[in-house]
């Protein structure tokens, strides 16, 4: 079974730049989730899909950063425009079963992101 | 505001259990006990849950006291590769979240 794949897995940009980073779920899990990640602390949940619809966002900066996930599969994080404190790993994670205590999420590698 | 507490970090012997303690003494009654582990430079990986009774899988075993405020992940035969940062987790409420704290960094020597 093939993992959450991200891309890319580096970007550095300058602040104030725009920023967008990619997730390729599971196949066939319809839960997708974004984390930040900063240095030295746990991930922390910014988005939460059910398919294509929003579950939780209420971690999103929304003034700068949007997520989308329009066919119920990939996803896309946008950071416009960029500050020093988003510079974090971004994670991507997936899961199969929404709603329930059991559900396991499978995270991909991260994008690590260097913002100047 | 993770529910957990964790201590910073502990090292162990290759070969060796590895026991890692978890207070979450304010758990409820319907919430799991999750563990995920991250190795550096990688996304978190899922170990193991439970609810009361104790769990074993392929990659560690989770004991849970009778009253539930605690629990201790046991890696059987620590390995080099078991490395990584070993985090506790309790669901929050009915929301589903995995709410990260700073975990243990756990460090296994030769």
């Known amino acids: 079974e093939a993992g959450v794949a991200q891309s890319p897995r580096y970007k550095i940009i300058e602040k104030r730049q725009s920023v967008a980073f990619w997730c390729n779920p599971i196949?066939?899990?319809?839960?997708l989730y974004w984390y930040q990640q900063i240095l030295g602390q746990g991930p922390k949940l910014l988005i939460q899909?059910?398919?294509?619809?929003?579950?939780?966002d209420s971690q999103l900066p929304k003034d700068r950063f949007s997520a989308e996930r329009l066919k119920g599969v990939d996803s896309t994080l946008k950071i416009q425009p960029a500050k020093l404190e988003d510079s974090a790993v971004y994670l991507c994670?997936?899961?199969?079963?929404?709603?329930?205590?059991?559900?396991?999420?499978?995270f991909g590698p991260g994008t690590r992101l260097l913002v100047l | 505001d993770a529910k957990t507490t964790q201590p910073p970090s502990m090292d162990c012997a290759e070969g060796r259990a590895a026991n890692l303690p978890c207070n979450h003494s304010?758990?409820?009654?319907?919430?799991?006990v999750y563990w995920y582990r991250q190795i550096h430079s990688q996304g978190p990986q899922y170990i193991i849950h439970?609810?009361?009774n104790n769990e074993t899988n392929e990659m560690a075993s989770l004991i849970i006291t009778e009253d539930r405020k605690s629990s201790t992940l046991i890696l059987p035969h620590a390995t080099l590769r078991d490395t990584a940062v070993y985090y506790c987790?309790?669901?929050?409420?009915?929301?589903?979240?995995?709410?990260f704290g700073a975990g243990t960094t756990v460090t296994v020597r030769a």
């Open positions: 196949s066939g899990h319809a839960t």
């Open positions: 987790i309790v669901r929050v409420g009915v929301d589903y979240k995995l709410s």
């Open positions: 304010t758990i409820s009654g319907n919430e799991y």
């Open positions: 899909f059910q398919n294509n619809g929003v579950v939780d």
């Open positions: 439970g609810l009361k």
């Open positions: 994670a997936s899961s199969s079963l929404a709603g329930v205590y059991q559900e396991t999420q499978y």
